[in-house]
């Protein structure tokens, strides 16, 4: 928690993520996304990860087994949202989507039962267990 970032690539862009500051701040939004796209019905949606150095706006779409991604940064670390926003859209396959933010949420939730922490919304915790104990 003091001294790691996660570093998630956007466009072939680095874009960190602190795990002290912005992971905990995405976790209520990242949850229902990555259940939400792993639904055989997904469509579409719409996240807004609001944190201080990690603010941006993702408009969702599945595409047969892939995801489109249109985004518009308003923050990141080290100022430059312009880069970001100039390569605003992404495309991903479903399966490395959730396959990498997996990654992210085993690393919280591991660390929640290392360090006996519980969170106040008890409900998202329980679902981040379980989907961090799938294997992808």
Not at 10 to 38: A, H, K, M, S
Not at 40 to 50: A, I, K, L
Not at 94 to 122: P, Q, Y
Request: charged content about 30%; hydrophobic content about 40%.
């Amino acid at each position: 928690m003091d001294t790691e970032d996660a570093i998630l690539f956007w466009n072939r862009i680095p874009v960190r993520l602190e795990y002290r500051y912005d992971i905990p701040v995405l976790l209520d939004d990242l949850v229902p996304l990555l259940e939400e796209v792993q639904d055989p019905n997904f469509s579409q949606t719409q996240v807004h990860w609001g944190s201080d150095t990690f603010s941006t706006e993702w408009r969702i779409a599945r595409e047969s087994d892939s995801l489109w991604i249109d985004s518009r940064w308003d923050s990141v670390h080290g100022s430059y949202e312009f880069l970001l926003n100039e390569r605003s859209q992404l495309t991903v396959s479903i399966d490395s989507f959730v396959a990498e933010w997996l990654k992210v949420l085993r690393r919280i939730t591991s660390d929640f039962a290392i360090h006996h922490v519980r969170l106040e919304n008890d409900d998202i915790a329980v679902r981040a267990r379980r989907l961090s104990s799938k294997s992808n």
